[in-house]
Structures are given as C-alpha cells and as structure tokens.
C-alpha cells in the first residue's frame, strides 16, 4: 500500500491544534492535488515541495498524488507543512523507510533547494509537542524557541536530506532536550535613576501592586517615560505560565519571539499614529496586535491624546476583559491581551500649563479641548491620574541613593500582590463589581467620607469602583487588613482629571 502519515499543528491565535498529513500515491495520470480545504499558501507549497524534493536527487513520483490534511475545517496557512508533505511523498513512494510514526511530529517550510525554513509560531506547536510527547523535527533556525521549552526533545534540521537519513537510520540527528533559563533582568533601567518625583513613583509603585491602570500628566522633560519604562521591572518576576504565553504570543506575530526576551515583562509603546489593527491585531491569518504582544506586560501609550479617538475606543473592551477576538470571514482568534496600562499627556496643548519657567499661553478654551479628546469612557477606565511637575532645580543633582532601588520596590509589590492572590486570587485591579463589594469593603466613617468625594466630584460608578480597588491596594502595600481613612484619601487624590473635566 502506498499511503504515509505524518504529524503537524496548525496555528489558532495560540492554540496549535493536531494534524495529520496522509500522503496517498495511486494509479492514473502523475498529479498532485492537496485536500483539506487548504488556502492559498499550502497550494504554493505544492511547488516548493516538488523543486526540493527534485533538486535533493530524489524522485518525483510519477504517480495521482493525493494529500489529505486532516482535519478538513482547521485554518491552515504557512508554509510549516511543508517538510512533513514531502517526507510523506517519500515515504509513500518508498524512498524513505519510515511509512508512519506517532513518535515524530514535524515543522518546516522548504526551499526550493530543499533547505529547511523557520516557521512562525513556533512556541506553540513545540509545546503542545511536548505534550503529547512525542519528539520534534525542526527547521534549525527554530531552535532557540525549542530550547526554552523544559524538557521538550527535539532535532533541529537544516535541510531535507539531513531528516531523512535520520528517519532511515543512517545518520541520526542529535537529539537535544529543552531547559527553561532563569531570565535575566539585568539591562532593565532601574526606578532610582530618577530624581525626586516622589509622588509620581509611589504612584507607580502602587500601579505596580494592584496591576491597576495609570496616567502620567507633566510638561515634557519631567521623566513620565523614565518613569513608564521603569514599570516592568518592579513588578514581580514572570512565572513560567506566565512567560510561555507572551513569548507564543510574539512567536505568532510578524516581529517573533526573540529568545533572549524569555522572562521579560513586555514593555510595549506604540506610537500615537498605530492604526487600531496594529494595536489590538488583525490581519489574515490574524496576527496579535500591541496589546497582546503587552499581555503579563506594560503598554505606554505616550502622549495619549495624539491618538485617533476611534483607535482608543477600541481599547475599552480589551482592558476589561484581558482578551480580544479577531473576526475574520472564515475563522476567529482570540488573544489575550491582559496588559497594564499607562499612558502619559501634556496638562496643555503647548506643554507647559503650571510650569514656573514655562509660558503657557493656552486658552482655557484650548485646553478643555486638549483634554477632551480623551473621551470620558476611556479615562473612566484608567485607575490612576497623576501630575508630574517639573523637577525644581535643587533636585536636579540630588543623589541616587535617597531613592529607592527597583529591586526594593519590587519586594514591597511582591508583598502586596501575595496579599491579593490569597484573598481574591487575582489582583485588584481585575476584581469585578461583586468582587470589589466583597474584598473593598468599606467601615461606616470610611463610606461616608467616600460618598461625600463622590458627589462633590461629580464621579462615576466606575470611578467609584477604581478608588475602592486602588484604595485597597494601598492598603495591601500597608498590609492593612481594613481600608482605613489614609488609605481611602490617597487613592480619591488620584482621580485629578475626572476633577477638571466636570
Ligand atoms: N526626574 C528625573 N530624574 C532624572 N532625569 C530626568 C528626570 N526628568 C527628566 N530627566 C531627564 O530628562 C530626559 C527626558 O525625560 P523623559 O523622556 O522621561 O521626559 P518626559 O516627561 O517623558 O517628556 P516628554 O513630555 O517630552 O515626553 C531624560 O532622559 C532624563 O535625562
Ligand atoms: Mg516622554
Ligand atoms: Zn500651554
């Protein structure tokens, strides 16, 4: 009988579902048909797999060549499935010993040459890989994704000829095993190298802790993006969950996955002229947009009334949920997308509104429009607002040391978080309505003086909701078990734009 099989994964957002590559060869006129509803890109791979299979010396059956992947309704696109069809030519045509294994799954698009390709997203396919356990053949240049994978066997292969004389034993690839590294935080920039601003920093810190959302508002100069990129490290190290999945999410984009990114906090900053696919993804296939390449991470959008009003609206649903889906005419994907927000403005059009030494000649009129193109849905949903006032000059050469080091920060926010994920499982800036009447509970004098700010502020429901989160965040950081009075008065003081936008 003349029939191979061998093993894949498409890719769906980040899952990689299986599939089976029957490669068929009967009697009739020599041809080649792929079914299986393949797209556009796995017709093409007809050709590739043809030219490599001829220009490695070996023989192009001359038989009705039927391929068959399976299942028919999966997306399948790329050009990943390449290798396992022409193994399976061979294979059916007797050229490679091998008929069928359940031991291999393989991954590779082909030259025309026959060399082997690397593929995008690969993280995904080589952990479910692991998961089924079975062992993996890899184009070579894959192989730092591979490497990461704890305890994943694998070959990494650079051209055809170099798979089939390990399928057939004559000489075999060595076999390399994966070991998640430990990450390293070295080159991160760290929170003391910025002078004074105490009041934005333990703002920041407090961002950090509850995973809450944060807008910084100064002239320009006074350190919003040192503070911003200074974010990812104090929060706590990335678990290995954690990691894995922003490092497949950026194996499926169209940058990939560096490896040297494993166990970074991803810091990701658009500019405010990103269209609103390029920020929450799109595409066909779909690819992950910036929020999702920010998942477990940070994403600064600076100078946020520069964004297209309609490219910010989109960001309302992604923040609430942590996930966004990609509707496309033939399949869906979703992403998470659970990002920290912060963003960061001018007070005023020109920059300096409040600046001593500034000449701020806006008009009020000016200003108030500056502003509102923030709409009031969107900063509803954004925790924290904080100024960042120019440095006085007597804190421009203040020593390092009276600040505290990133590291120690991120100890305190280690803490605060500990305290979190026991009480709720999840840190306060996700507690949903329900939650937050539970876990925020307020005591009779602390309510009052919070419905008194309230209607003097003229605030939302949602407002109200952030300050009894963020208020029990400084709480945690205080290890308090009860929102008490200091606690609640901080966390109204950061509501500064619902103020002047009322
Ligand atoms: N608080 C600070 N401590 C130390 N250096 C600072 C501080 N503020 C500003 N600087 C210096 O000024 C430079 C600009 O700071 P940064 O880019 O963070 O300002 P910004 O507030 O983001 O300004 P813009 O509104 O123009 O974006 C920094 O690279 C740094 O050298
Ligand atoms: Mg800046
Ligand atoms: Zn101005």
Redesign the pocket.
Known sequence: MSLATFLCRAQCGIEAPQVTIEVHLGSGLPSLSIVGLPEAAVRESRERVRAALLSSRYEFPARRITINLAPADLPKQGGRYDLAIALGILAASGQLRLRQTQAYEVAGELGLDGEIRPIRGLLPLALHCRRAGRTLILPAANRGEAALIEGLSYLPARHLTEVCAHLNGSQPLPLQTGHAPSGDRASVPDLC?????HHAKRALTIAAAGGHSLL?I????????????RLPGILPPMSEEEAMESAALASVSRQGFRPEHWRRRPFRSPHHTASAVALVGGGNPPAPGEISLAHHGVLFL??LPEFDRRVLEVLREPLESGTITISRAHHQAEFPARFQLVA?M?PCPC?HLGDPTGQCRCTAEQIQRYRTRLSGPLLDRIDMHVE?PP?PPE??RSPQQESATSETVRRQVTAARARQLARSGKTNHRLGAAEVERHCALQAQQARLLETACRRLGLSARAYHRILKVARTIADLAGAEHIETDHLQEAISYRRLDRRLS
């Open positions: 190298e910025v002078r004074g601003q910084l100064g002239p320009p100069g006074t350190g919003k993006t040192m503070l911003a990129t600076d100078e960061a001018n920059g960042v440095l804190q421009w």
